[in-house]
Structure formats: structure tokens, C-alpha cells
């Protein structure tokens, strides 16, 4: 029988973390293949399930994110086209806090770690605020109406995929919300601060967020370790699909080319201003 000594910088080469044993393994029997797929699998249990997802979906969220951002930190000058964000995602945060109520399924339940998570009146609140109080009559893009039947689809099928929607979007509200949210308040018009609106989807009344999001990480953990190998392999698959058609809904709010045709507008007025003081100078010299 052979026998494999697996050295301390082959378990690096691995991708072991610290918590496996500093003394060199003993792996008997197998080849180097063999034994890094095992090195790799320990590390693996090791691994916070929370941390396995953000890895395996780091791609496809950065897309994600470059996205929102393009999106909509070149509208913040736009109530329309933030509204109209707000619209698209209200429609998902209110099918997955119904389907909490529909399903009453004990791990679903579990995520929604405080009462303060719930964000479907504060939605409401900001889109009669942005969209005005005929806002419910929009009629949705194409891209939401897939969504929402995907969930529905989910919901039928699989409804415990369900919570890959709810971790990654409300875990997203809690942080990329909130950087947005900072954003409109530091680059917004500014015309009248004394009345300026404070958006409520992103406002959770003075709760401590960092620690919000660290109830959220432990429940999703908590409901991983009863996963089987298969299901966690299915509840990334579902991640990646949550920014996928996240994309593509907010890739279907309009408005932005008004937003930059009034910045056009406004830099040329600028600028031809200044070339009559010049021009106005010359002539008078």
C-alpha cells in the first residue's frame, strides 16, 4: 500500500484554512489528485456556509453591482428613475414577505430575524412619495413579470430556494441599500434640505445594521447545517441565479437618458455662459 505524505505547503496549494491541524497529514492510499480533492472538502466543512456563497456568486455580484451603481448613481438627481427602482424590487420584497405568510415554513420564518425586516409598507411609503399615489397602476416590464413567475415557479417546486432570494436581497438592502441611500442624501439636488424626504426602505429606525446583518448570516448558517450536500449545491446554483434576474430588472428601469440629457443641458448652459463673460471681456478690452 502506499503512503502519501501531505506537507504543509501542498496544504496551502489546497486552499486549507488555518483551523485544519498544523501537523502534516497522512493520507493513505490515494494519489495527489485524491488527496487534494479531500484536503479541499475538509476545508470546505470547515467553511461558513454564508462565506461558500459569497465566493461562488463574487462574479456575477460585482456584475451586479457595477450595475446599480451605473444605473442609478447617474439618476440621483432623478425622483422618477429612483422611484422607479424602488418599483421593481417592491414587487419582489412583497412575493417573498407573502410567501413567509403562504408558506410558514420554520427555516423561511427563521431568516426574518427581527419584525424590523420587513420592508413592504416602507416601500409602499416611498413610491407614493416618488411615483405618486396611482403608482400601484404602473405596468410592469417584462424582465419583473419573469421574475415573479420564476418565484412563483419556486414557490410550487422548491419553495425553500425561496430563501436564497430573501437572504441576497434583503442582506443587500442592509448593505448596498444603505450605501445608496447615503448617496442620494449627499449628491441629491439639494433645492430644499429643510423638507428633503428621507427614504423609509433603507431607514431601520436606529437598529444597529452590522448587527442585523450578523442576526441574518447566523440564521442562513444555522439553516445550512441541515442541509445535505446537494441542497447547499442547489441554493448557490439558485444565488447566482437571484443576480441574474436581479440584473435584468433593474437593466429594465427607464429614465436614464432624460438624467443625462438635463446634465448635458445644464453643463452646456455652463459652458456657454462662461464663453459670452469671455467673449464679452475681449470685446470690451
Known sequence: MQVYVVFDAHRATAGITSSVPILSSLIFGFGWDTTLRILR??????????????????????????????????????????????????????????????????????????????????????????????????????ALENYLEHLQNLERENPKLLMAYVYHLYLGLLSGGQILSKKRKMFGDGSNKENEYCDKVTDFNGFDINQLKNDFKTAMNEIADKMSEVEKEQFIEESNQVFLMNNLIVNSVGGQSKVLYNLLYKTTAVLLLFVGVVVAYKMHK
Do not use: C
Open 41 to 142: 472538502a475538509m476545508a470546505q466543512n470547515n467553511e461558513l456556509f454564508t462565506t461558500r456563497m459569497r465566493k461562488a456568486t463574487r462574479k456575477i455580484h460585482s456584475v451586479s453591482d457595477a450595475l446599480v451603481n451605473a444605473k442609478f448613481a447617474i439618476s440621483l438627481r432623478d425622483e422618477a428613475v429612483w422611484g422607479g427602482g424602488l418599483f421593481v424590487f417592491y414587487h419582489i420584497f412583497e412575493f417573498l414577505e407573502g410567501a413567509k405568510e403562504r408558506l410558514n415554513i420554520p427555516d423561511y420564518n427563521k431568516l426574518f430575524t427581527h419584525k424590523i425586516l420587513y420592508r413592504k409598507h416602507a416601500f409602499e411609503e416611498d413610491l407614493t412619495h416618488y411615483l405618486g399615489p396611482d403608482w400601484s397602476s404602473i405596468p410592469k416590464s417584462a
